[in-house]
């Protein structure tokens, strides 16, 4: 058995982003003032404290800044081992996302691998997990 | 230098370090408060502040079940100021909090103090229930979804990087874990005794690679206090008073993965510009190992070596045994000592500058000046301390 992903509590700043992936979208707030990426998202920009900021669609493909290997099961049902990477967003400078790289073997990830999001959908939320682009 | 203008470390306590204490989590704190109390030769009512971190925490009373407000009524304290909170620079913000207040004039005897309770409120859950959440929100959000629960994940991202970019190997971070239990093993109340091999630390378990079983502190039950006096009061206490020479505390991010680097970084440079003392001036450091890679860091950040060459620094563990030239974690760190939680660094520093270390005081004649640091992740902070 898998254990139940903890979901996100949706709210007016963080729907864009835990939605997206319903029409296959990765959308990451951006200042429309001055271009800055923001994440988390939040409704001012943190580079210039605008107020005028919405969700951008981003590529969706990036690179494993860094990663660890997952191999405690913090409760029974977890499956493990699993990779844990923070990934580095293309087209959108500065940002980085926690996420699990999936499709591979866990200790074939490295820093550096080229990633590709792969949504997955968990009631109201569609989590963008990654998978290495061949 | 007007030194009545200064704050000082006067008394310090702790209660026993265990797992699955029955003695109750205030009764711990008290018994940390009467040992200060009793080495500072004051009487509880001469203290008239309180600081603690991170205050009381309802949804996890075991990380933290004491606050500031409970104390000062348990003890009859006739506060003129107090604290407590987790919104601050890490665990030994509560005395970067304390110091500018006896500074300010607010207070003249503050009591700091760290309780936990975590292995026994685990073994207790009727008494220390867990909350059920439908939801994540905050920072969890960020992480939870992806499995990422523990600290754990996220301090192995760092150390990860550290490993890929400058070349840290296991058998390096291994010197962090193998002094700490080292010196564990000649410290009475640590709640660990006994030594860890290379063979033992390589033959680990990996919980998230590179951080293996030994790299990773344990849930314990303890309290540690410090109590802080201002320069114009220090003349009323007894022991040795240590005086804060420069502090340093900052947040990089919020969350834990927008950060190129740990807080320590900027915290380390921040000490150095608050003092005329430097690196080669300090006899000893305690440093934050919740996870061990932290207190590798520490070493970069505050200027012992270049950055990415911690693990170079600790090779073979010589420089950092009680005997070497900068003593690590004497007192066995978290790793060998327990999860105190930031105060037993700083405990163990001004320990260390009374000469009162026994069997595992540093082998240096007349230590002047030791560095206790906490936290490491977003949160991080250092104090300088000296005995004059």
């Known amino acids: ?134 | 230098m007007s030194l009545s203008n200064e704050a000082y470390i006067t008394g310090v306590g702790q209660s026993q370090i265990g797992v699955k204490l029955a003695r109750s989590p205030l009764l711990l704190t008290v018994d940390a408060v009467k040992e200060a109390l009793d080495e500072a030769g004051l009487s509880i009512g001469q203290i008239d502040g309180v600081s603690t971190y991170p205050g009381r925490v309802a949804q996890m009373l075991g990380f933290s079940p004491i606050g500031a407000d409970e104390l000062i009524d348990a003890l009859g304290i006739r506060a003129t100021w107090y604290a407590g909170g987790g919104e601050i620079s890490s665990q030994l913000g509560a005395v970067v909090a304390a110091a500018t207040a006896v500074r300010a004039g607010l207070a003249r005897h503050v009591i700091c103090f760290r309780t936990v309770y975590e292995a026994a409120a685990l073994s207790r859950p009727d008494e220390f229930p867990m909350p059920r959440r439908d939801r994540v929100d905050g920072f969890s959000q960020w992480t939870a979804p992806f499995n990422a629960l523990s600290a754990a994940n996220w301090t192995a991202q760092y150390a990860m990087r550290h490993v890929k970019k400058y070349g840290l190997k296991r058998e390096q971070l291994a010197q962090i874990a193998l002094t700490d239990r080292a010196h564990a093993a000649l410290n009475p109340r640590a709640l660990v005794r006994e030594p860890l091999s290379m063979d033992e630390y390589l033959a680990a378990r990996m919980i998230s690679s590179p951080l293996c079983l030994y790299d990773c502190d344990r849930f314990t039950d303890a309290s540690t206090v410090l109590i802080v006096s201002a320069g114009t009061a220090v003349n009323e206490v007894r022991c040795t008073p240590i005086r804060i020479a420069a502090m340093a505390g900052t947040v990089e991010r919020h969350s834990w993965d927008q950060a190129e680097w740990t807080a320590s970084y900027a915290t380390g440079r921040d000490l150095w510009t608050r003092t005329d003392y430097r690196p080669k001036d300090v006899d000893t450091v305690q440093f934050y190992d919740g996870f061990a890679f932290y207190a590798l860091t520490w070493f970069e950040a505050l200027g012992f070596c270049g950055i990415g060459e911690g693990g170079q620094f600790i090779e073979g563990g010589r420089r950092i045994a009680l005997d070497g030239e900068l003593p690590l974690n004497t007192f066995g760190g978290q790793i060998g000592a327990g999860r105190l939680h930031g105060f037993g660094f700083a405990h163990e520093a001004v320990t260390q500058l009374r000469g009162k270390g026994g069997a595992r005081q540093i082998k240096k004649a007349d230590p002047r000046l030791a560095i206790a640091t906490s936290g490491g992740g977003p949160l991080a902070t250092a104090l300088l301390l000296a005995r004059d």
Not at chain 1, 62 to 74: A, F, L, S
Not at chain 1, 86 to 115: F, H, K, M, Q, W
């Open chain 1, 1 to 134: 058995m898998t254990a139940p992903r903890p979901l996100p509590r949706l709210d007016a700043d963080n729907r864009p982003f835990w939605t997206g992936g319903e029409v296959g979208e990765l959308r990451i707030m951006r200042c429309r003032d001055c271009g800055t990426f923001l994440h988390p998202p939040r409704p001012v920009c943190r580079h210039c404290l605008s107020e005028n900021v919405g969700p951008e669609v981003v590529p969706g493909t990036g690179v494993v800044d860094t990663y660890t290997v997952n191999y405690q099961k913090w409760h029974p049902a977890m499956d493990v081992p699993f990779v844990i990477a923070r990934v580095a967003l293309d087209g959108a400078p500065g940002v980085y996302l926690t996420t699990n790289i999936v499709g591979c073997p866990a200790e074939s990830v490295d820093v550096g691998d080229r990633v590709r999001v792969r949504f997955e959908q968990h009631e109201d939320v569609w989590l963008p997990l990654f998978e290495k682009i061949a």
